[in-house]
């Protein structure tokens, strides 16, 4: 276990630096200039460059990424240009909201995919099946931010049961702010949970499909003991590495539901940061969201060896 380990940590730390590379990267070679924004149109040249010494973007671009990097490393991520705040305290506020949400999403979508792939899979080429993948696809084809409006519609201005929009603020009571955070949870959970669904399925199918099974029938088990005592586990590895995937992809595609429902989260201050181009905030919000994809693939990695112990010995 210990080598399997080295390994995947070694690659979750090139990953980490190619990443910073590419973010960076990309940031240094789009058009504009952030102190001339900042500044106006209208602005004194040798203001803007005095603005532009004082932010520090006058230095080589090899010195301010090193900056940078050992500015994360330490928990610095510097001032942002627009806010004039430590970045680290904006993006602290922000996840307060951002991955509370995200964690919602992720517990509607396993509940929802696992009890319609298990339901699905055990009425195979019956009209429970059917029925079930059929909502599936239809779920699959449903972009969330407009399944995000058709929810404002129904149970904000029609029924008047939520909402529709803000967050009340975890001061105002636990209760209070997870009814913010249900509307937005569930239009990013129907998306993920009809594709996680349908790969449920497939995985159990295959694996009902193998000797052991019929061997485990054979001895007088029946279909329920031998779905939940041998089936399962033995399927959950795509599943396991589906569930990681689209946990990273609710943090990171947060943006523009928030945006849809006017939530003060990470997605949204991205989204603001990029109108104001500061640059300081973008690249430290993609980098985090970045970093939070790798970590989670580090965990599907290592549940591998934990459900399945061969992938650890091949790996080696």
């Not at 080295?6 to 058009?31: D, M, Q, Y």
């Not at 909201?97 to 339901?119: C, E, F, K, N, W």
Request: aromatic fraction near 8%; hydrophobic fraction near 60%.
């Amino acid at each position: 276990m210990g080598p399997f380990l080295l390994k995947r940590f070694a690659t979750l730390l090139a990953t980490l630096v190619g990443a910073s590379l590419v973010i960076f990267l990309v940031l240094e070679i789009l058009p504009g200039d952030a102190a001339q924004i900042l500044m106006g149109p209208d602005a004194a040249p040798e203001a803007v460059q005095a603005l532009a010494v004082k932010l520090g973007l006058d230095a080589p671009p090899l010195a301010r990424y090193w900056q940078w990097v050992s500015g994360m490393a330490l928990g610095d991520l510097g001032i942002s240009y627009s806010y004039s705040t430590p970045v680290l305290d904006l993006v602290l506020e922000r996840l307060a909201l951002t991955v509370p949400l995200a964690l919602m999403a992720m517990l509607l979508t396993s509940a929802l995919a696992l009890v319609a792939g298990i339901y699905a899979a055990s009425h195979h080429n019956r009209i429970g099946d059917v029925g079930t993948m059929g909502l599936a696809q239809i779920g699959i084809a449903i972009p969330n931010f407009w399944f995000a409006i058709l929810l404002i519609l129904l149970f904000s201005v029609q029924l008047q049961w939520f909402s529709a929009g803000g967050f009340a603020g975890w001061d105002d009571g636990l209760m209070q702010g997870l009814k913010s955070l249900l509307l937005p949870a569930i239009s990013l959970a129907v998306v993920q949970a009809a594709i996680l669904a349908r790969i449920t399925r497939s995985a159990l199918l295959e694996v009902l499909r193998e000797d052991f099974v019929r061997t485990a029938r054979a001895k007088g088990l029946s279909q329920r003991a031998t779905l939940w005592g041998h089936v399962l586990r033995n399927a959950m590895i795509p599943v396991v590495t589906v569930m990681g995937l689209q946990f990273a992809n609710l943090l990171a595609g947060t943006i523009v539901v928030e945006n849809v429902f006017y939530l003060p989260g990470l997605g949204r201050l991205i989204f603001q940061a990029i109108s104001n181009r500061d640059l300081i905030v973008v690249r430290n919000c993609v980098m985090l969201l970045a970093a939070m994809v790798i970590m989670v693939n580090f965990v599907v990695d290592v549940l591998y060896a934990v459900i399945d112990p061969r992938v650890k010995v091949s790996d080696i």
